[in-house]
């Protein structure tokens, strides 16, 4: 949660920023971009304004531009209006879009109603899009010649509006009439190819690779990854190019969604805002929710322990091996869980393949239930002629009892642990919903229910 400071404070930081921004920009004039950003995300808000307004325009650009620039909304805001309205303008089209989508009231309205109206309809485009879609994550400023132009044309071309393009990673070759997309020409083909020779005869055969403005960042990043590119043109459906997505971008929304699917492993919701920004109410809110399922989902345990209240009265020994039985279900489906999770995100596996899925868990989970159920009757062997602890004179049946249901559990676990994630998927949610304390509790539960009845069976007729 944000420090309160009263007036006087701020007071005091306001008269203390342009001594203060004049040192600091003199020492960050010389550093990289990346490096101005993370020191000024360390000042105040009101003198690291000043120090950008004290910097090169073109230094100002660039620091705005970092898609991990925490305080760029801020700043901007704090900036005169005409300031801001020329930054905007030389910003690229996705990261002003950005800027948009985080700032808050009433200050958006402001400021963008004194945008042009060319970057206003610019921005309005981008922000139409869902946000995790290619369309939210792309960039208007690409490079596109007609096809009847030639290397020589396009190099020329390059040259001449290079300083008003984010990157320049590849060429779109359109058609002179229809504009529809025709060939993605790298720049590395280009600087190699003859200066007379049509720009076609640089392309290489195949289609360009392309993607739908609402396709998921995931997908996008599957095909960037597959096909080894540097940037995939987002068209619409009659092939025009609405914009590009660029591998630097992708890799931002990549590192954040794995952030997002880590947090959800660990049974809550995502955060919006870096752990150390985000508000304490807000933080409770995301965590709050899932514990309260989980702890319900929990109190069936004890429902099920007093359903089997007789039993565990009669044969008390039964108590001691309850965690070790849980714990080992719980281990065993997250595991799955996790490995399905992750093979669909990369589409190693399909929905259609979960009775393959099943039939690898299957026998896997008897296995790797087998390896615990030995490992736990030699150790109550082990502690019984050791004489470490007496588990009475049918020690042997109880050692049974804990093998078997280690087998039975391990197996179960596996098996829905990995179906999970296919259920979900099914139903419309995401994968990682399925996380590994929920996976827990829901075994847990019946983890109980499973070694209990094992050891009615094994167990009738002596301690039961």
């Given at each position: 949660m944000d420090e309160i400071r009263s007036p006087e404070d701020l007071d005091d930081v306001v008269a203390r920023a342009p001594a203060e921004a004049a040192a600091l920009a003199a020492e960050l004039v010389d550093e990289h971009p990346a490096d101005i950003a993370e020191a000024l995300d360390d000042e105040e808000p009101e003198v690291a304004s000043a120090v950008l307004a004290s910097l090169p325009r073109e230094q100002q650009v660039e620091v705005l531009d970092l898609p991990d620039f925490d305080l760029s909304s801020d700043l901007i805001e704090a900036l005169p209006v005409e300031e801001a309205v020329r930054l905007i303008g030389e910003m690229s089209a996705d990261r002003a879009a950005d800027l948009f989508r985080y700032m808050e009231e009433p200050a958006r309205s402001h400021l963008f109603a004194r945008l042009p109206a060319g970057t206003q309809a610019e921005l309005n485009r981008l922000l139409s899009y869902p946000e995790d879609t290619a369309g939210s994550l792309m960039t208007t400023e690409f490079v596109t010649v007609p096809s009847t132009w030639t290397v020589g044309e396009t190099l020329r071309h390059i040259r001449e509006i290079e300083r008003t393009r984010e990157t320049i990673y590849a060429i779109y070759v359109l058609d002179p009439l229809t504009h529809k997309l025709l060939k993605a020409v790298t720049l590395r083909r280009l600087i190699i190819g003859e200066p007379g020779q049509p720009i076609l005869s640089a392309a290489p055969k195949h289609d360009p690779i392309t993607v739908d403005p609402l396709m998921d960042r995931e997908e996008v990043a599957r095909l960037i990854s597959k096909y080894d590119l540097l940037a995939v043109p987002v068209v619409d459906e009659k092939e025009h190019v609405l914009g590009i997505v660029t591998v630097d971008?992708?890799?931002?929304?990549?590192?954040?969604?794995?952030?997002?699917?880590?947090?959800?492993?660990?049974?809550?919701?995502?955060?919006?805002?870096?752990?150390?920004?985000?508000?304490?109410?807000?933080?409770?809110?995301?965590?709050?929710?899932?514990?309260?399922?989980?702890f319900l989902g929990e109190m069936l345990t004890a429902s099920a322990m007093q359903h089997f209240e007789d039993e565990l009265e009669r044969a008390i020994v039964l108590t001691l091996f309850i965690?070790?039985?849980?714990?080992?279900?719980?281990?065993?489906?997250?595991?799955?869980?996790?490995?399905?999770?992750?093979?669909?995100?990369?589409?190693?596996?399909?929905?259609?393949?979960?009775?393959?899925?099943?039939?690898?868990?299957?026998?896997?989970?008897?296995?790797?239930?087998?390896?615990?159920?030995?490992?736990?009757?030699?150790?109550?062997?082990?502690?019984?002629?050791?004489?470490?602890?007496?588990?009475?004179?049918?020690?042997?049946?109880?050692?049974?009892?804990?093998?078997?249901?280690?087998?039975?559990?391990?197996?179960?676990?596996?098996?829905?642990?990995?179906?999970?994630?296919?259920?979900?998927?099914?139903?419309?949610?995401?994968?990682?919903?399925?996380?590994?304390?929920?996976?827990?509790?829901?075994?847990?539960?019946?983890?109980?229910?499973?070694?209990?009845?094992?050891?009615?069976?094994?167990?009738?007729?002596?301690?039961?």
């Open positions: 971008d992708m890799i931002d929304a990549i590192i954040e969604e794995g952030t997002e699917d880590a947090q959800k492993f660990g049974g809550m919701e995502a955060l919006d805002e870096p752990y150390m920004e985000i508000g304490f109410l807000d933080m409770l809110k995301k965590r709050a929710g899932w514990l309260s399922i989980l965690p070790l039985i849980m714990s080992s279900g719980g281990n065993s489906g997250s595991q799955a869980t996790s490995l399905i999770i992750r093979a669909l995100a990369l589409h190693e596996i399909k929905l259609g393949d979960w009775w393959r899925v099943a039939l690898r868990e299957l026998p896997s989970g008897l296995v790797l239930g087998s390896i615990l159920g030995v490992l736990g009757m030699v150790r109550i062997t082990i502690w019984q002629l050791a004489g470490l602890h007496d588990y009475g004179e049918h020690w042997v049946l109880v050692a049974l009892t804990i093998g078997c249901a280690l087998v039975a559990i391990v197996t179960f676990g596996s098996l829905i642990g990995s179906m999970l994630p296919f259920v979900l998927r099914r139903c419309g949610f995401d994968p990682a919903s399925a996380s590994a304390p929920f996976v827990a509790t829901f075994i847990d539960v019946t983890g109980l229910v499973i070694y209990f009845s094992v050891a009615l069976v094994i167990l009738s007729g002596t301690l039961l």
